[in-house]
């Protein structure tokens, strides 16, 4: 199994570009989640989606949207980007209910100068 | 005060030390509660689940309190391989599909 697969790995941008970060699982998971992750910050969750069609703001979702059009991807888009979306972000999957354990991608390092 | 607190560190300890870290949540709906992992430059790995009863793995024990709201992950005979940060990790407001990661707290064992 390949788990939970990010692209690209690097990437940079500049100001007022757009772009997709890519996520795909195949754990058939119901959960999915995207994460960034700053200095002294620890990760924060940007959105999440409980299933296909499905999906919500996290704490931090200013300037990004999701969908998921299906189960095993969840792309993150950046509209307009900017240097405060400079970041490493996660995405990670779970299966549905109590206790359930999330596993993460490897991560994207994005530099947006 | 935040969802999730963790003793901020840096712990640096000598190999065969035991560590233990800390950790406090705020929301008393939480139900389920983790150690992850991470390495530099890596991504987050689950290390453990946390159980009200406690758990053991190995060198690996956790603890939970619910009545205080407190975690603690307690290693023995620290390994030079578990240099890492450790995040504590806690479901946000009581929803399964929402995790709230505390800051993490960086662990050197030095030889």
């Known amino acids: 199994n390949a788990g939970v697969t990010q692209t690209p790995k690097f990437q940079v941008l500049k100001t007022g570009q757009s772009m997709t970060l890519q996520c795909a699982q195949d754990m058939n998971h119901e959960y999915m989640s995207w994460y960034r992750q700053d200095p002294g910050m620890g990760l924060r969750l940007i959105h999440y989606?409980?299933?296909?069609?499905?999906?919500d703001q996290g704490e931090v979702p200013n300037g990004y949207n999701v969908s998921r059009s299906t189960t095993e991807d969840f792309p993150l888009r950046l509209l307009s980007a900017a240097p405060s979306q400079t970041s490493v972000y996660f995405c990670?999957?779970?299966?549905?209910?109590?206790?359930?354990?999330?596993?993460f991608g490897s991560g994207t390092r994005l530099t947006v100068v | 005060r935040k969802e999730v607190e963790q003793d901020p560190g840096p712990f640096n300890v000598p190999e065969g030390a035991t560590v233990a870290f800390n950790c406090t949540y705020s929301n008393s709906a939480s139900q389920s509660f983790f150690w992850y992992r991470q390495d530099c430059r890596k991504e987050p790995k689950l290390l453990m689940s946390v159980y009200s009863s406690g758990n053991e793995d190995g060198r690996f024990t956790a603890q939970l309190n619910r009545a205080s709201q407190y975690i603690s992950l307690l290693i023995r005979d620290s390994k030079l391989s578990d240099s890492a940060t450790y995040l504590c990790v806690v479901n946000s407001g009581g929803s399964n599909y929402k995790l709230t990661f505390g800051k993490g707290t960086l662990l050197t064992v030095n030889p």
């Open positions: 990670a999957s779970s299966p549905a209910g109590v206790g359930q354990i999330y596993t």
């Open positions: 989606s409980v299933g296909a069609g499905i999906t």
